[in-house]
Nanobody, 122 residues
Framework: VQLQASGGGLVQTGGSLRLSCAAS????????MGWSRQAPGKERELVGV????????YYADSVKGRFTISRDNAKNMVYLQTDSLKPEDTAVYYC????????????????WGQGTQVTVSS
């Protein structure tokens, strides 16, 4: 599976961005998908994970109520809608894929995409 993230950019506090991750290579619907982020000088942290059919979603406490993960299995896409952005959301955002939901939650997925930079100005 190859993952290509896009949609990052510079936004003011309180703004929104929609990140996208395009997957190719194998049956997309066999994979749980997730987003993680890494800020400068900090460890990578989980943002959220969505199951294969989208029926169950996990979010980190830091983004609950502000970020929404969704997926379109027909288009091999997963999305991260980020609303009410804060400067502390500034990071490189990565998408991930694994056939096992738990592996994405603990950030040991089989596949990582390249990152997309999100910068939130105060």
């Amino acid at each position: 599976v190859q993952l290509q993230a896009s949609g990052g950019g510079l936004v003011q506090t309180g703004g929104s961005l929609r990140l996208s991750c395009a997957a190719s290579g194998r049956d997309f619907s066999d994979y749980a998908m997730g987003w993680s982020r890494q800020a400068p000088g900090k460890e990578r942290e989980l943002v959220g994970v969505i199951k294969r059919r989208g029926g169950s979603i996990y979010y980190a406490d830091s983004v609950k109520g502000r970020f929404t993960i969704s997926r379109d299995n027909a288009k091999n896409m997963v999305y991260l809608q980020t609303d009410s952005l804060k400067p502390e959301d500034t990071a490189v955002y990565y998408c991930a894929a694994d056939q096992v939901f738990h592996n994405v939650v603990v950030m040991t997925p089989e596949y990582w995409g390249q990152g997309t930079q999100v910068t939130v100005s105060s």
